[in-house]
């Protein structure tokens, strides 16, 4: 007797679900969106965007050449001008109800032409959109001039003389190209920009604790320094200061994964394990120092903000580094190999790792990954001891001592396992 087969689900149904489900949820939003702003002329929002997508997909999957589908669009399109028209009537301009029509009859194509996860990532981006109204305006309105044109010109440098730069190595002794220099300015200058816009202008002032750990993702030793100072201005008696910049040290650790992951997956899944571990550590250790701390509300960050990451004097800087940093690693590796990487690695820390990183992870070395991966530990362990430093030296005395203690026991165990780890 034959085993009996399961019947293979038809693409065309997967397809056909997809679009009714993500129609009903773009409809949905709107729908929650109408609600929430108290909108009263409006030309439907759940079932209409549904039967929007079912249109759009039938009507592209018949039409060989297009041309029923661009008919369609044609026909919405002049219902929804007319409909617009009607509202501008009323004295009303806003255009969420048509982008959002827009937005379901393009579903169905889509789900037939691109990958699922596309069309998720789709949805739920035009969601966000739709429901970080408030959010979007507020940065809009807090956000400088001149970081706005700061912000352009560095798309203009990272999306149009990037890919124009060259891909050979800059010289014999300098294992980089140009290309690869500006790719490292862009991706440790797009990271820390996150950190920068959260703690400038999305959570500013909610509390020294949480304005330490978002500073990790922009740089854990800026914050380490910038709370350090500001503990002299608090109760003596207070461990906050000492919790936020633990916490910084560990949104240092998922922020190296993440770059040696856009570069090197391999390495990031084998670096994984040690990083999560010592975050891990970090926070635990930050919850123990907070929690004999008064019951009273955190005080208010009124720390100056950092500096604007994509600076362009910022991430000249940076190429610099990175450049200088790479022939050094090359000629180390050439004359030193093993011995002479760990000590240059130790070095790098106790500066600013960022560019040695990148230069480690760009470079066309013939070290092996794991070597690598090692000296980035190390780094690591070195900058914890640098941070450590600054924060006996500048803090207050109290949270100064309670926060080099876990530092330096990151520190060590970071060089630990850099030196003698598998």
Same mark, same amino acid.
């Given at each position: 007797?034959?085993?009996?087969t ?5 693409? =065309? +149904? ?5 679009t009714v ?13 109408? =609600? ?9 929002t ?16 018949? !039409? ?13 399109? %002049?219902? &929804? ?15 969420? !109800? ?7 009859? +393009?579903?169905?194509p ?7 996860w596309?069309?998720i ?6 969601l966000?959109? =739709?429901?970080?109204?408030?959010k979007?305006?507020?940065l809009?309105?807090?956000m ?33 190209? +140009? ?7 862009v ?9 920068y ?11 020294? /604790? ?10 854990? %030793? $800026? ?25 910084a ?9 993440v ?22 550590i970090?926070?635990?250790? *930050?919850? &123990? ?7 009273q509300?955190?005080?208010?960050? %009124? ?8 600076? /362009?004097?910022? $991430? ?7 450049? *200088?940093?790479?022939?050094?690693n ?9 011995? !002479?990487?760990?000590?240059?690695s130790?070095?790098?820390g106790?500066a ?17 990954? =794991? ?8 780094? %690591? ?6 941070? $450590? ?20 026991v990151?520190?060590? +165990?970071n ?8």
């Open positions: 007797m034959e085993p009996s399961t019947p293979a689900v038809p693409p =065309l +149904l997967v397809d056909f679900l997809l489900l993500m129609s009903f949820l773009l409809g949905l939003g709107l729908r929650e969106y109408y =609600l929430f702003s108290h909108k009263s002329q409006v030309y439907g759940t079932r209409t965007c549904t039967f929007i997508g079912i249109i759009g997909f039938v009507l592209f999957r018949i !039409g060989e050449n297009g041309l029923l589908y661009l008919g369609g669009m044609a026909v919405l399109g %002049t219902l &929804l001008a007319l409909y617009y028209h009607s509202k501008l009537d009323q004295q009303q301009v806003g255009m969420i !109800g048509i982008l959002m029509a827009l937005l379901s009859y +393009l579903v169905g889509i789900a037939l032409e691109l990958p699922d596309f069309l990532l789709y949805v739920i981006t035009a966000f959109v =739709l429901n970080a109204k408030e979007i305006h507020l809009t309105e807090k400088a001039r001149e970081e706005i044109i700061t912000l352009a010109r560095f798309l203009v440098l990272s999306g149009v003389i990037l890919p124009l730069t060259p891909r050979e190595p800059i010289a014999d002794f300098v294992p980089v190209s +140009l290309h690869q220099t500006w790719t490292a300015v991706v440790i200058s797009g990271i820390s920009y996150l950190g816009l959260l703690q400038t202008y999305l959570l500013k002032g909610q509390g020294i /604790l949480l304005t330490g750990a978002i500073g990790g993702i922009y740089s854990s %030793t $800026a914050a380490t320094v910038v709370v350090a100072r500001h503990s002299r201005q608090l109760d003596a008696g207070s461990s906050q200061p000492a919790a936020a910049i633990i916490l040290t560990a949104l240092m650790y998922p922020r190296l994964l770059i040696v992951a856009i570069f090197n997956p391999p390495l990031s899944l084998h670096l994984a394990p040690c990083f999560m571990a010592l975050s891990a970090c926070a635990g250790w *930050a919850f &123990l120092v907070i929690r004999d701390h008064d019951s509300g955190l005080p208010a960050a %009124t720390m100056a903000a950092p500096p604007n990451p994509l600076e /362009l004097s910022s $991430a000249l800087l940076f190429a610099a580094l990175f450049v *200088a940093i790479s022939a050094a090359q000629y180390i590796l050439a004359e030193y190999a093993h011995t !002479g990487l760990q000590w240059m130790f070095l790098a106790l600013d790792i960022d560019p040695f990183v990148m230069s480690l992870l760009q470079g066309n070395y013939t070290a092996p990954s =794991l070597l690598i991966g090692k000296a980035i530990a190390i780094a %690591t362990g070195s900058n914890n001891l640098l941070k $450590a430093c600054y924060a006996l030296v500048l803090g207050e005395r109290r949270s100064g001592r309670l926060a080099a203690t876990a530092l330096t990151l520190g060590a +165990l060089l630990a396992w850099g030196i003698w780890g598998d």
